[in-house]
Protein backbone atom coordinates (compact mmCIF):
# COMPACT_ATOMS: atom_id res chain seq x y z
CA UNK A 1 0.00 0.00 0.00
CA UNK A 2 2.77 2.21 0.68
CA UNK A 3 4.83 3.69 -1.84
CA UNK A 4 8.04 5.92 -2.35
CA UNK A 5 8.97 6.52 -5.78
CA UNK A 6 12.12 8.90 -6.55
CA UNK A 7 12.58 11.07 -9.83
CA UNK A 8 14.77 13.29 -11.36
CA UNK A 9 18.08 11.36 -11.61
CA UNK A 10 20.16 11.03 -15.01
CA UNK A 11 23.80 11.83 -16.09
CA UNK A 12 24.85 15.37 -15.52
CA UNK A 13 28.66 16.73 -16.53
CA UNK A 14 30.58 17.29 -13.43
CA UNK A 15 29.61 20.88 -12.08
CA UNK A 16 26.03 20.58 -13.06
CA UNK A 17 23.06 20.53 -10.84
CA UNK A 18 19.99 18.03 -10.67
CA UNK A 19 16.84 18.16 -8.54
CA UNK A 20 15.70 14.53 -7.26
CA UNK A 21 12.17 14.69 -6.21
CA UNK A 22 10.51 11.98 -3.79
CA UNK A 23 6.82 11.12 -3.55
CA UNK A 24 5.42 8.90 -1.31
CA UNK A 25 1.49 7.70 -1.06
CA UNK A 26 -0.15 5.63 1.00
CA UNK A 27 0.85 6.98 4.42
CA UNK A 28 0.17 10.20 6.46
CA UNK A 29 3.58 12.18 5.08
CA UNK A 30 3.79 14.89 7.68
CA UNK A 31 4.55 12.22 10.62
CA UNK A 32 7.66 10.69 9.08
CA UNK A 33 11.09 12.59 8.98
CA UNK A 34 12.88 11.63 5.14
CA UNK A 35 16.21 11.29 3.78
CA UNK A 36 18.14 10.51 1.20
CA UNK A 37 21.06 7.72 0.78
CA UNK A 38 23.07 7.24 -2.12
CA UNK A 39 24.60 3.64 -3.19
CA UNK A 40 28.04 3.22 -5.39
CA UNK A 41 28.80 0.15 -6.37
CA UNK A 42 31.34 -1.50 -3.48
CA UNK A 43 30.41 1.02 -1.56
CA UNK A 44 28.32 1.19 1.46
CA UNK A 45 24.91 2.68 1.96
CA UNK A 46 25.25 6.23 3.00
CA UNK A 47 23.04 8.55 4.28
CA UNK A 48 23.27 12.36 2.69
CA UNK A 49 20.45 14.13 4.27
CA UNK A 50 18.00 14.07 6.54
CA UNK A 51 14.94 16.60 7.30
CA UNK A 52 12.13 16.67 9.72
CA UNK A 53 8.81 16.29 9.74
CA UNK A 54 7.86 19.98 9.50
CA UNK A 55 10.91 20.93 7.02
CA UNK A 56 12.67 23.09 9.61
CA UNK A 57 15.91 20.98 10.47
CA UNK A 58 17.89 19.40 8.19
CA UNK A 59 21.48 17.60 8.41
CA UNK A 60 23.60 16.61 5.83
CA UNK A 61 26.83 14.60 5.63
CA UNK A 62 29.99 16.85 5.48
CA UNK A 63 30.81 15.84 1.56
CA UNK A 64 27.83 17.16 0.61
CA UNK A 65 27.75 20.20 3.03
CA UNK A 66 27.29 23.80 0.72
CA UNK A 67 26.60 21.75 -2.68
CA UNK A 68 23.07 19.99 -1.92
CA UNK A 69 19.75 21.25 -0.13
CA UNK A 70 16.92 18.95 1.04
CA UNK A 71 13.65 20.89 1.06
CA UNK A 72 9.87 18.87 1.56
CA UNK A 73 6.21 20.09 0.77
CA UNK A 74 3.79 18.03 3.16
CA UNK A 75 0.93 19.67 0.98
CA UNK A 76 2.12 17.32 -2.13
CA UNK A 77 3.66 14.41 -0.18
CA UNK A 78 7.13 15.49 -1.70
CA UNK A 79 10.83 15.78 -0.57
CA UNK A 80 13.53 17.13 -2.89
CA UNK A 81 17.56 17.12 -2.71
CA UNK A 82 18.61 20.54 -5.06
CA UNK A 83 22.32 18.97 -6.11
CA UNK A 84 24.25 21.04 -6.96
CA UNK A 85 28.04 21.71 -8.03
CA UNK A 86 28.04 18.09 -9.01
CA UNK A 87 31.51 15.64 -8.88
CA UNK A 88 32.18 12.83 -9.99
CA UNK A 89 32.19 11.07 -6.86
CA UNK A 90 28.56 12.15 -6.10
CA UNK A 91 28.02 8.97 -9.05
CA UNK A 92 25.77 6.90 -7.36
CA UNK A 93 22.12 5.16 -6.85
CA UNK A 94 20.00 7.98 -4.73
CA UNK A 95 17.23 6.43 -2.34
CA UNK A 96 14.40 8.25 -0.29
CA UNK A 97 13.52 6.69 2.68
CA UNK A 98 10.73 7.32 5.29
CA UNK A 99 11.29 7.05 9.14
CA UNK A 100 8.53 7.33 11.58
CA UNK A 101 10.94 8.01 14.43
CA UNK A 102 11.48 11.89 15.62
CA UNK A 103 14.21 13.11 14.37
CA UNK A 104 17.20 13.38 16.05
CA UNK A 105 19.92 15.41 14.30
CA UNK A 106 21.77 12.79 13.09
CA UNK A 107 21.01 10.62 9.67
CA UNK A 108 19.62 7.36 11.08
CA UNK A 109 21.28 4.10 9.83
CA UNK A 110 19.34 2.15 6.95
CA UNK A 111 18.07 -0.12 9.33
CA UNK A 112 15.63 2.42 11.35
CA UNK A 113 13.93 3.63 8.01
CA UNK A 114 10.43 2.45 7.71
CA UNK A 115 9.94 2.49 3.54
CA UNK A 116 12.34 3.09 0.68
CA UNK A 117 11.76 4.39 -2.96
CA UNK A 118 13.22 2.10 -5.20
CA UNK A 119 16.72 4.64 -6.29
CA UNK A 120 17.60 7.07 -9.04
CA UNK A 121 20.86 6.71 -10.77
CA UNK A 122 22.89 9.91 -10.85
CA UNK A 123 26.18 9.84 -12.65
CA UNK A 124 28.69 12.81 -12.84
CA UNK A 125 30.93 12.81 -15.76
CA UNK A 126 34.53 14.19 -15.49
Known amino acids: QVHVKESGGGLVQEGGSLRLSCTAS????????MSWFRQAPGKEREGVSC????????KYTPSVEGRFTISRDNAKNTVYLQMDSLKPEDTAMYYC???????????????????WGQGTRVTVSA
Open 26 to 33: GLTFADYH
Open 97 to 115: AANSRFFTGQIDSPTSYDY
Open 51 to 58: IDRRGTST
